[in-house]
């Protein structure tokens, strides 16, 4: 399988008894499933600031642009500490080189998306401290929280994302090159019209025109797009118009048999009877069968085995 990935991850979702009562909120398909396959680096900022176990909860106020981290009753102020540990911490994360990171949902330090902040003018909804700090300086990274990886559809989406960004930062190391951005381009072709077809357009046109920019901004650039391309869900209804354009690749050597099964399968899969995975296992063999070179090089046929075998846990 090869190195293991490495993401970061909210300290309490792998079972760590560090919550404000003592607690922890331990998420086993990411220990037990996920964790197979990646190296987690665990992260409780509350504790590595410098907080007891247990200790009074926190909550945020004020601006949801900027909050302030407040202990509950007593409101102690513990933003600028929590601010200049986040500081040390995201720069010691960054020699680490994550590919990613899954944060505990709601947390004031550790939330990505609709923490309670309370204001003058009402709740609002804002980023943890830790959170907000760590997506600012690490807008390519992949992250979600443990409460939207339940739903397999986002779930799945941040495999894919986590495992296109270490090929990305892998391509980025071998040195800058217009022609192996596109091939990189040209592999990753089905997998984003899954995604974004405007995205996988707009990357096409940006690489059309790259003896217009100097490479260090075509790679910027494409690698920004390439990530927030990736963003948007694979719907079944955009899955079935990609696997409907692969098998016209295959169309004139198909026999009629094969065609009809090929059809039923995306047809049944499009209606939810079936699993992504058969009219991708099916494509995937005319693939070999046929010798077809472009369509071997495709991620969206040819996944990392990791990658498979986790979408196949979806």
């Given at each position: 399988?090869?190195?293991?990935?490495?993401?970061?991850?909210?300290?309490?979702?792998?079972?760590e008894?560090?919550r404000?009562d003592?607690?922890?909120?331990?998420?086993?398909y990411?220990?037990?499933t996920?964790?197979?396959?990646?190296?987690?680096?665990?992260?409780?900022?509350?504790?590595?600031?410098?907080?007891?176990?247990?200790?009074?909860?926190?909550?945020?106020?004020?601006?949801?642009?900027?909050?302030?981290?407040?202990?509950?009753?007593?409101?102690?102020?513990?933003?600028?500490?929590?601010?200049?540990?986040?500081?040390?911490?995201?720069?010691?994360?960054e020699?680490?080189?994550?590919?990613?990171?899954?944060?505990?949902?709601?947390s004031?330090?550790?939330?990505?998306?609709?923490?309670?902040?309370?204001?003058?003018?009402?709740?609002?909804?804002?980023?943890?401290?830790?959170?907000?700090?760590f997506?600012?300086?690490?807008?390519?990274?992949?992250?979600?929280?443990?409460?939207?990886?339940?739903?397999?559809?986002?779930?799945?989406?941040?495999?894919?994302?986590?495992?296109?960004?270490?090929?990305?930062?892998?391509?980025?190391?071998?040195?800058?090159?217009?022609?192996?951005?596109?091939?990189?381009?040209?592999?990753?072709?089905?997998?984003?019209?899954?995604?974004?077809?405007?995205?996988?357009?707009?990357?096409?046109?940006?690489?059309?025109g790259?003896?217009?920019?100097?490479?260090?901004?075509?790679?910027?650039?494409?690698?920004?797009?390439?990530?927030?391309?990736?963003?948007?869900?694979?719907?079944?209804?955009?899955?079935?118009?990609?696997?409907?354009?692969?098998?016209?690749?295959?169309?004139?050597?198909l026999?009629?048999?094969?065609?009809r099964?090929?059809?039923?399968?995306?047809?049944?899969?499009?209606?939810?009877?079936?699993?992504?995975?058969?009219?991708?296992?099916?494509?995937?063999?005319?693939?070999?069968?046929?010798?077809?070179?472009?369509?071997?090089?495709?991620?969206?046929?040819?996944?990392?085995?990791?990658?498979m075998?986790?979408?196949?846990?979806?």
């Open positions: 399988m090869g190195e293991k990935i490495r993401l970061g991850i909210s300290a309490c979702l792998l079972g008894r560090v404000y003592a607690g922890h909120k331990l998420d086993r990411l220990r037990d996920l964790g197979r396959y990646v190296e987690w680096v665990s992260v409780c900022p509350e504790v590595e600031y410098g907080l007891p176990v247990p200790r009074e909860p926190l909550h945020l106020v004020g601006d949801p642009a900027a909050p302030r981290l407040v202990a509950v009753p007593n409101g102690r102020d513990h933003t600028e500490g929590m601010q200049e540990w986040a500081r040390r911490k995201l720069a010691l994360l020699e680490m080189d994550l590919r990613g990171f899954v944060f505990k949902s709601r004031p330090s550790s939330g990505m998306r609709g923490v309670k902040v309370s204001s003058p003018a009402g709740m609002r909804r804002g980023a943890g401290l830790f959170a907000g700090a997506m600012e300086r690490f807008p390519l990274l992949p992250v979600e929280d443990e409460e939207r990886l339940h739903d397999p559809a986002r779930r799945e989406n941040f495999i894919e994302r986590v495992f296109v960004f270490r090929r990305w930062r892998e391509l980025v190391h071998q040195g800058l090159s217009v022609g192996r951005l596109v091939d990189f381009h040209t592999d990753h072709k089905f997998l984003l019209l899954s995604h974004s077809a405007s995205s996988y357009a707009a990357l096409g046109r940006l690489l059309a790259a003896k217009r920019h100097r490479i260090e901004e075509l790679y910027t650039e494409y690698g920004s797009g390439l990530m927030e391309g990736l963003k948007p869900l694979a719907t079944p209804r955009k899955n079935t118009g990609v696997l409907r354009q692969l098998m016209g690749c295959f169309k004139k050597r026999t009629d048999a094969e065609k099964e090929l059809q039923e399968s995306i047809a049944r899969y499009r209606a939810g009877l079936l699993p992504l995975i058969v009219p991708v296992v099916l494509l995937r063999h005319y693939a070999i069968k046929f010798d077809e070179p472009s369509l071997k090089r495709q991620l969206y046929l040819f996944p990392d085995p990791a990658e075998m986790l979408r196949n846990h979806v």
